[in-house]
């Protein structure tokens, strides 16, 4: 199977270590989840995976072998800042980015055609970038990324802006992608989204791993949760502090009630010691064993 690769990377901006013993893998024809807090080297990551920045150490490869600058065009970027010219019209900029990767004359044409197409941006296409709204921007952007039609794609925020339709009509084109074979790679703080269209997983934290692999190996494998809501109405907050600190809980407010999670040991349900002890200290509303999502993973790690 091809894949693109980092393999124990290091990368260092002045003082600053971004990635430290970094791997990564982003098979063909699969969507990976990337997934980290603000600053754990996510960007990075991606910029070393599409040739933009080049480690200070370890290896970025390519179906094995190293990456090389002939490859960039088989890489697809959208990194979170746009690089789009706000003036110009969005296929005036398609036609001239396809000129400078390559794209015969006689086919710009039909293929930028094709791909404002398939993103839903053909009709608004003849608008200057900066005039569009933060939606139709978001889609240009992925049009560029698209350009060339590269085997792997680097998506960092494309859900960002986005409305319902937006959400799904993006989502579907990412699934179609990689059907066709196209390896991606896609990082968004709208977790629940990443989590719908991703088979693969990679968590990043502090620019080293934490966990990589297919999405319901890595939830299967984290602990469950009891999640206790308690109803504010003759709480005593003494008690559910002690309840909390005995247990290991989680606590957080909700409109109108208390919630506290509590990891369960691994092939646990519901402990009724625990529930018992929760009842004593608080009115609960309700008690449930929640699996873990990848807001859960992302969570725990910090």
Do not use: C, W
């Amino acid at each position: 199977m091809t894949t693109l690769e980092l393999v124990a990377v290091e990368k260092s901006y002045g003082s600053t270590r971004a990635l430290a013993d970094y791997s990564l893998q982003v098979p063909a024809g699969r969507v990976t989840a990337f997934v980290g807090a603000n600053g754990a080297g996510k960007s990075t990551a991606m910029r070393l995976l599409g040739g933009l920045r080049t480690p200070d150490r370890g290896d970025v490869l390519l179906s094995g072998r190293a990456l090389d600058t002939g490859d960039r065009g088989r890489i697809g970027h959208m990194p979170e800042e746009r690089g789009l010219y706000p003036d110009e019209p969005l296929r005036t900029q398609l036609h001239y980015f396809a000129t400078l990767i390559g794209i015969p004359s006689r086919r710009t044409r039909s293929h930028v055609e094709e791909i404002l197409e398939r993103i839903g941006v053909a009709e608004i296409a003849d608008r200057a970038f900066g005039a569009l709204s933060l939606g139709n921007r978001q889609r240009a952007q992925l049009a560029l990324a698209v350009l060339g039609s590269p085997d792997f794609l680097l998506l960092d925020e494309p859900f960002s802006g986005l409305d319902v339709e937006g959400l799904r009509q993006v989502s579907d084109l990412v699934r179609s992608l990689a059907s066709d074979g196209v390896g991606i790679l896609v990082s968004s703080h709208q977790l629940e989204v990443v989590a719908a269209i991703s088979e693969r997983v990679a968590v990043i934290s502090d620019g080293r791993a934490v966990v990589e692999g297919e999405l319901s190996d890595v939830l299967s494998a984290t602990a469950r949760v009891l999640r206790l809501m308690f109803r504010h109405e003759g709480l005593s907050t003494a008690d559910v502090q002690a309840f909390v600190a005995r247990s290991g809980g989680r606590p957080r407010r909700r409109a109108g009630a208390l919630i506290v999670e509590v990891a369960l040991p691994a092939g646990h349900d519901i402990d009724g010691d625990l529930v018992a002890a929760a009842a004593a200290a608080g009115p609960l509303a309700s008690v449930e064993v929640v699996q873990p999502s990848l807001r859960d993973i992302l969570e725990a790690d910090r």
